[in-house]
Structure formats: C-alpha cells, structure tokens
C-alpha cells in the first residue's frame, strides 16, 4: 500500500488517538504500576515525554499498543523532525512519514492491518533493530524474521517471556513497548545491554538450527572462512540418490541449570549413561554426576533410504560428530571422578541417542570441527565431511 493511500484511513484510526491524548502526570499517580516489572522504564519514558496516563489516572501496562501508536512513541523519543499536523483523525501521519524517511519502517509495510492493530513482537523488533543500526535503516537492506529476532536478542533490545519463548507473534503491551523503546535509546546512547541467554538461545536455534555457539564457550572462536555453520548443510544425500537425510537441529543443554527450556528434550536425565571408553554399558557412570556440563543433543530424520543393504535404516538419521577434544577412551574420559573431554552419552546401550557431553571447562587448542555423515554400512563410505570449523575460543 502506497504512503497516499495509508492517509486516507484517518476515519478508521481516529479511535486509536484516545490511548495517546494521555493526561500530565508521573508513575507515582499511576496506581496500575507500583509494584509492576516496567515501573522503571515507565517512569524514565514519562521523563523522556513520549508516552503518559491516561485521564483517569491509570497506566494500564498491559494493554495491547497499535503499530501507529508505537511508531508515534519511537519518532518521539528518537528526536526526529515532525512536520505536519499531529492533530485530528491523521494524526499518525507526519509520525508515519518520519519513520520511513530515517528508515525505522518501510513505506510497503505501513498498511491498514499493521497500523489499526496491536503490534507483534517481530515487528517490534524489526523497527528497534533498525532504530538502532544506521546500515539496517539503508533501504536496499531487507530482513528476515528469524534474523531480525536474532539480531535483537543479541543486542538486548529483546527478551523473551517465560523460559526464553520469543513470541514472535505476540501482542506486543505498552509496558513492553516503553521498554523497547528504552532500549533503543539506551543502545544509541552507546550502553551495553544486558542478554536474555534463553531468548537468543531460541533466537538462535531458529535461525541457525543450533544454539551451540552462544551456549558452549569451547565453540563460540570465530568460523573459518568456507567452513561457517549453515542450515543448508544439514541436508545430505548421497551422490547413489538412494539415501537422504536431514539434521533439525542441534541443541545445547546446560545440564547446571535445572531452569534450561530445553531441558525436557532429554526425558529422565537420571538414566542416561556417560561412554567412558569402557567395555561394559551397566557400569558406566551417569549423565547426572557431571552437572557442570553441557548436553548436545542432535535432532535427524531419515528423508528417505532406498537402499537398507547400504545405509542403515536402525539409526536416527544423520550422525554429527566434534573434533578439536581428546578422542574419549578408558584413560582420559573420566580422571579422578571428572569429566575430562567431550563423549557420547546414551540410554541403554552405546549409539542409541544421537548426543554428547562436554565438560563447560574442556579447551579445544586447535579449535572445533563439526562433521556430519551417513548412516552408512561398510564398506559403503559414510561420506563423512567437515561442514563448520572454529578457531580456538579465547576463554573470558
């Protein structure tokens, strides 16, 4: 829709001006807000003069916030230049106009739909990754959603609701949006923002299949040119066309924080096993006795296998294997009743999972390669192949 024809709908967003003629007054009068999470952030926006109560006397931080009317907060509390009238059944227009000329909104989304109801968390986000990256506001720079939810997870503009969940198309509250917003200036005012783990933890396994490098220090160095982690090397068939499969995901646990989101995918930690090199499955120690470790549980599926003779069709689908560790045998795996390096782990016997454990304080001195193979049956080859390599992490 054409910014001419998004001003011809003054008559139908006329209603949402009533929630902005707020009253003068501050968080101390509101009575809806004393013992609120946003208490702070509200106040500091009443000081700023971009956002008030209502004539009652109330805040009321839990009511949903329209696109105009957050594009109205974020132009105000930005500075940016108004012109035109702000008054009457139009009055989002000049906000409107001055959003998409310092390119916070493109004009083709500004439409009916995104004006006249509550904003989504995605497009929340999407206005304060671009409020606050000069290169982002460029007009040939597009974004995707699980990049733009990435992006602000990682800069702080964003946290997650309960146990990181990102909502992405969540309502988004004027408590929510007065902190946004917050955020925004606080980033352009050159402050470092404190990280939800949880919120980019699921930002990441969105847009990368994979959490591993925010969760795990040993896999965070920087990915080698030509060998940096992509979804679309999760997918492999052979060159035979007989067999396909594909890794969903890659997910990261850490098993010393009994609050993780990912947690359940485990199922009863309490009997999953530690390989420790050893040749007899039942004695093996348990997964429960190395909390100060991380879990790596890798989610496959067999697309198809044409040919059960040469691929195995017991398995999960798609193996993924770590090099950088010392390779787990009898003798360094477990050293005086501690974890030494990276190993499988499993349920009742050996490869019945596909996942790990890695201590949180094992180094790999040569960085990290992560391969991914077929299940193959020899002497067919598992085709075996490096698909992300990082150069050693600098421990903080």
């Given at each position: 829709?054409?910014?001419?024809?998004?001003?011809?709908?003054?008559?139908?967003?006329?209603?949402?001006?009533?929630?902005?003629?707020?009253?003068?007054?501050?968080?101390?009068?509101?009575?809806?807000?004393?013992?609120?999470?946003?208490?702070?952030?509200?106040?500091?926006?009443?000081?700023?003069?971009?956002?008030?109560?209502?004539?009652?006397?109330?805040?009321?931080p839990e009511n949903y916030v329209t696109g105009a009317e957050f594009i109205k907060m974020?132009?105000?509390?930005?500075?940016?230049?108004?012109?035109?009238?702000?008054?009457?059944?139009?009055?989002?227009?000049?906000?409107?106009?001055?959003?998409?000329?310092?390119?916070?909104?493109?004009?083709?989304?500004?439409?009916?739909?995104?004006?006249?109801?509550?904003?989504?968390?995605?497009?929340?986000?999407?206005?304060?990754?671009?409020?606050?990256?000069?290169?982002?506001?460029?007009?040939?720079?597009?974004?995707?959603?699980?990049?733009?939810?990435?992006?602000?997870?990682?800069?702080?503009?964003?946290?997650?609701?309960?146990?990181?969940?990102?909502?992405?198309?969540?309502?988004?509250?004027?408590?929510?949006?007065?902190?946004?917003?917050?955020?925004?200036?606080?980033?352009?005012?050159?402050?470092?923002?404190?990280?939800?783990?949880?919120?980019?933890?699921?930002?990441?396994?969105?847009?990368?299949?994979?959490?591993?490098?925010?969760?795990?220090?040993?896999?965070?160095?920087?990915?080698?040119?030509?060998?940096?982690?992509?979804?679309?090397?999760?997918?492999?068939?052979?060159?035979?066309?007989?067999?396909?499969?594909?890794?969903?995901?890659?997910?990261?646990?850490?098993?010393?924080?009994?609050?993780?989101?990912?947690?359940?995918?485990?199922?009863?930690?309490?009997?999953?096993?530690?390989?420790?090199?050893?040749?007899?499955?039942?004695?093996?120690?348990?997964?429960?006795?190395?909390?100060?470790?991380?879990?790596?549980?890798?989610?496959?599926?067999?697309?198809?296998?044409?040919?059960?003779?040469?691929?195995?069709?017991?398995?999960?689908?798609?193996?993924?294997?770590?090099?950088?560790?010392?390779?787990?045998?009898?003798?360094?795996?477990?050293?005086?009743?501690?974890?030494?390096?990276?190993?499988?782990?499993?349920?009742?016997?050996?490869?019945?999972?596909?996942?790990?454990?890695?201590?949180?304080?094992?180094?790999?001195?040569?960085?990290?390669?992560?391969?991914?193979?077929?299940?193959?049956?020899?002497?067919?080859?598992?085709?075996?192949?490096?698909?992300?390599?990082?150069?050693?992490?600098?421990?903080?």
């Amino acid at each position: 829709m054409t910014m001419k024809k998004v001003f011809i709908m003054g008559a139908a967003l006329s209603v949402v001006m009533s929630s902005l003629a707020f009253a003068d007054g501050n968080t101390s009068s509101f009575p809806d807000m004393r013992d609120h999470w946003a208490k702070t952030a509200v106040e500091t926006a009443v000081k700023h003069k971009y956002v008030d109560g209502y004539s009652d006397g109330s805040f009321r931080p839990e009511n949903y916030v329209t696109g105009a009317e957050f594009i109205k907060m974020v132009v105000t509390a930005s500075g940016l230049m108004v012109e035109g009238s702000t008054e009457g059944s139009q009055w989002y227009v000049p906000y409107v106009k001055a959003a998409v000329a310092k390119g916070f909104v493109r004009e083709d989304t500004v439409n009916d739909k995104f004006l006249k109801n509550p904003i989504s968390r995605l497009e929340m986000a999407k206005i304060a990754v671009r409020a606050t990256d000069p290169m982002l506001q460029q007009p040939q720079v597009s974004l995707n959603d699980q990049g733009v939810m990435y992006t602000a997870t990682s800069k702080g503009l964003v946290q997650g609701l309960s146990g990181g969940d990102l909502a992405p198309e969540g309502s988004t509250t004027r408590a929510q949006s007065v902190t946004i917003i917050e955020r925004i200036l606080s980033t352009n005012a050159g402050e470092k923002l404190p990280i939800d783990k949880y919120a980019i933890g699921q930002a990441e396994l969105q847009l990368k299949r994979t959490n591993m490098f925010s969760m795990i220090p040993s896999f965070s160095g920087e990915q080698i040119a030509g060998h940096s982690w992509s979804p679309e090397k999760l997918v492999v068939e052979t060159p035979d066309h007989n067999y396909k499969g594909e890794i969903d995901q890659v997910v990261a646990i850490d098993l010393e924080d009994s609050n993780d989101p990912n947690r359940y995918m485990l199922g009863d930690i309490n009997s999953l096993r530690v390989y420790d090199g050893g040749d007899f499955a039942k004695k093996m120690p348990y997964v429960k006795d190395f909390p100060k470790s991380y879990v790596i549980l890798v989610k496959s599926h067999t697309v198809f296998n044409n040919d059960t003779s040469s691929y195995s069709s017991k398995m999960y689908g798609l193996g993924m294997s770590f090099t950088g560790f010392k390779m787990p045998n009898s003798q360094n795996t477990i050293i005086n009743g501690e974890l030494r390096t990276l190993t499988w782990i499993f349920k009742e016997k050996f490869g019945d999972m596909g996942a790990y454990i890695v201590p949180k304080d094992v180094a790999a001195p040569m960085g990290v390669d992560i391969q991914v193979y077929v299940p193959a049956i020899p002497p067919v080859s598992d085709m075996t192949h490096t698909i992300t390599s990082t150069q050693r992490a600098v421990q903080q």
